[in-house]
């Protein structure tokens, strides 16, 4: 494992909620950090920006108070997603309020730049930047990032289309600082998998949808419960950037899951009302939904989750 710097050494169970689009909230932020995971959100879910502001003060203050009231068992560090794509025009304002109120890890998309990166290290911050590809990745670190979240094949939302075993692998060979892998994974079998693998966290986000306190509509939750890995998706028809989505929420919108057409990359646009709506009515969501079988609060989802880990560690040691 690696040496983890700055927060990512404060994380007491080795997973990182992935931020969803429109989906994650201070409410839900609040309650993964609590459970012992970091949670996470996209500035973008504050709407307007200047909501961005009320959040960061609400998530700060809440695990504060939370803080002082179990000093031997404090919360994880949070993280705010910024989408460092061209067409995002709040990408300066959000990151200074993420600058203002210190959060503890920055987790990057769609870019890599060397002034949000110089940011978040200009008060301690850790970035992390999520890529599909070695090359990518080589990129991102060359660029000052301080970590990589490796998205492999299965993820939700925007993933790429690499085996977990030689995306990891590949990444390992010239990089030994923090990496989370996303990819399908909803047990604590497949959390200590990934340890397994040579990353240092899972990254998880579709079993989380299936919160409670997650900002999804109950038809979106009972899609991820009733579903399997068969109703997702691939395409890049909804942001010009492939992604895994529910089959289910392509049909309500009178498109065939079967056939669907293939979008232009260079009109993608993250920053405009258009594409929350694009992923408000088109559900994104990973492979790994097929043993998520209820809604559940999300301090519950994570202790399901040490447990399964605990019990897989046990077996393994039973077995060597």
């Not at 920006?49 to 959040?55: K, N, P, R, S, T």
């Not at 600082?177 to 040579?198: C, E, F, H, N, Y």
């Not at 028809?237 to 089959?247: D, E, I, P």
């Amino acid at each position: 494992m690696s040496k983890l710097p700055g927060a990512l050494a404060h994380v007491p169970f080795p997973v990182i909620g992935s931020p969803l689009f429109i989906i994650s909230n201070p409410k839900l932020v609040i309650a993964q950090c609590i459970a012992g995971v970091v949670g996470s959100m996209p500035a973008l879910n504050a709407r307007p920006a200047e909501q961005l502001e009320e959040w960061l003060i609400e998530i700060t203050e809440g695990l504060a108070a939370y803080n002082a009231a179990h000093p031997d068992a404090p919360a994880a560090p949070f993280a705010i997603n910024q989408i460092v794509h061209k067409s995002n025009d709040r990408l300066e304002h959000d990151m200074a309020m993420c600058v203002k109120y210190k959060v503890p890890i920055i987790i990057t998309s769609l870019g890599a730049r060397e002034d949000i990166n110089a940011a978040a290290h200009s008060y301690g911050g850790v970035v992390l930047h999520d890529v599909i590809n070695n090359k990518h990745a080589r990129k991102a670190i060359e660029k000052g990032a301080d970590g990589l979240i490796a998205v492999a094949a299965g993820a939700g939302g925007h993933a790429g289309v690499k085996s977990p075993f030689a995306l990891v692998q590949e990444i390992r060979q010239w990089f030994d600082g923090p990496l989370a892998l996303s990819g399908s994974i909803s047990t604590g079998d497949a959390v200590l998998a990934a340890q397994a693998l040579g990353a240092d966290f899972a990254y998880i986000g579709s079993a989380f949808i299936a919160t409670e306190e997650a900002r999804a509509a109950d038809a979106y939750k009972q899609a991820i419960v009733q579903g399997t890995s068969d109703d997702i998706v691939y395409s890049n028809l909804f942001t010009g950037v492939h992604g895994n989505y529910l089959a289910p929420s392509i049909r309500a919108a009178g498109l065939d899951p079967e056939n669907l057409p293939i979008s232009d990359p260079s009109k993608m646009n993250f920053g405009s009302a258009g594409a929350a709506k694009a992923w408000k009515e088109i559900w994104g969501c990973g492979q790994g939904i097929g043993v998520i079988n209820k809604v559940q609060g999300a301090a519950e989802f994570v202790a399901q989750l040490k447990r399964e880990y605990a019990q897989a560690r046990a077996r393994l040691m039973a077995v060597h």
